[in-house]
């Protein structure tokens, strides 16, 4: 019987790649020996594309149809209708309905609670699973904070990213003392790192002084490196496709931190 811990990969912004890095986890955590679910929570679909899915609109069954079943009170299907595996993984697609799931959110009452209730259910199959969100503090960033036991920010340094950190902080803090104590943030994820420039130092320090002593900074930094955009154009994981490269090395030296992993 397996009790799986969720963890949510958050960011305040686009373009940090939050979407490749639960990707890239999801794959090392299953390297550790852990059984894996991942769950596209974005409209954009991006870690679906990921996962080899090259047309969302034609999965029968997405994230967004299982919440929209919540939100009618309608029967869930057998989760063997929509969970999907690739190589050990598996993981729930997302489409465009998801964004229309959106809109319908901050209509409902007690809406907070829809993803939980889906994902409940499937907690004792998996070790993990991993929810990757939107970009956004919207409903569904909401949902899924309801229903993680885990936070995950990811930041690029050289997007200023830190800018909307301070209220994705607050917002996590909100969503503990009002919807979902158990909520923790595991720590903050640097992604695209540069180590060779400035920039990239002097926020990685800021970084470091801001949060120093409240939150965890991983020691795991994802180096910026052509090889994790090419992996993801061959739908492939960094451990399959460039296993000997720096950030395959670092997604696993992640997935052990956030484990505790003794080697």
């Not at 904070?145 to 607050?170: H, S």
């Not at 910026?224 to 992996?231: I, P, Y």
């Amino acid at each position: 019987m397996r009790n799986g811990k969720v963890y949510l990969v958050g960011a305040t912004k686009g373009g940090v790649g939050k979407s490749v890095s639960s990707y890239n986890l999801a794959y090392s955590l299953a390297k550790l020996g852990k059984k894996v679910l991942a769950v596209d929570f974005d409209s954009q679909a991006n870690m679906s594309t990921c996962f080899g899915v090259e047309d969302t609109t034609a999965v029968p069954i997405t994230i967004g149809h299982l919440m929209m079943n919540q939100i009618e009170d309608e029967e869930m299907p057998a989760p063997e209708n929509y969970i999907q595996s690739r190589n050990g993984v598996d993981f729930i697609p997302s489409s465009m309905v998801l964004s229309v799931v959106d809109a319908k959110l901050r209509l409902e009452m007690g809406a907070e609670k829809m993803l939980s209730n889906i994902l409940e259910p499937l907690k004792d199959r998996y070790d993990a699973i991993i929810i990757d969100t939107c970009p956004a503090l919207g409903a569904l960033t909401i949902n899924a904070l309801a229903a993680a036991d885990g936070v995950i920010i990811t930041v690029n340094p050289q997007l200023l990213a830190m800018m909307g950190l301070q209220d994705f902080l607050k917002t996590v803090k909100k969503i503990k003392s009002r919807i979902n104590p158990k909520l923790e943030v595991e720590g903050i994820l640097l992604t695209m790192c540069d180590a060779r420039t400035n920039l990239c130092k002097v926020i990685i320090e800021q970084v470091m002084e801001t949060f120093e002593g409240q939150i965890k900074i991983f020691e795991s930094k994802i180096p910026n490196t052509v090889k994790v955009g090419e992996a993801v154009y061959y739908s492939e994981p960094l451990l399959e496709y460039a296993p000997e490269s720096k950030a395959c090395s670092a997604y696993e030296d992640l997935a052990k931190e956030l484990v505790g992993y003794e080697s």
